[in-house]
């Protein structure tokens, strides 16, 4: 059995970069088995929606959302 590698990429309001750093990491050829864990910090550009839209192209991406409410609780 292969081994996964996780990669964690947190995201708030990043709009302007995050398709380039979610492609960063896709194009990884170092391990081939990964999965990308992006968690979005309560952003309130459009960067939900480009996660959103990257999870349904690349099975190996997932996508975590969590509200402003949660995220100052901490």
Do not use: W
Not at 11 to 24: C, D, G, R
């Amino acid at each position: 059995m292969e081994k996964k590698v996780s990669v964690i990429m947190p995201v708030h309001n990043a709009e302007n970069t995050v398709i380039k750093a979610i492609n960063s990491v896709i194009k990884q050829d170092l391990y081939p088995n990964f999965e990308l864990i992006i968690v979005n910090n309560g952003s309130s550009d459009s960067s939900e929606k480009i996660c959103k839209q990257k999870a349904t192209e690349d099975e190996r991406i997932k996508y975590i959302y969590l509200n402003e409410a949660r995220c100052k609780q901490r």
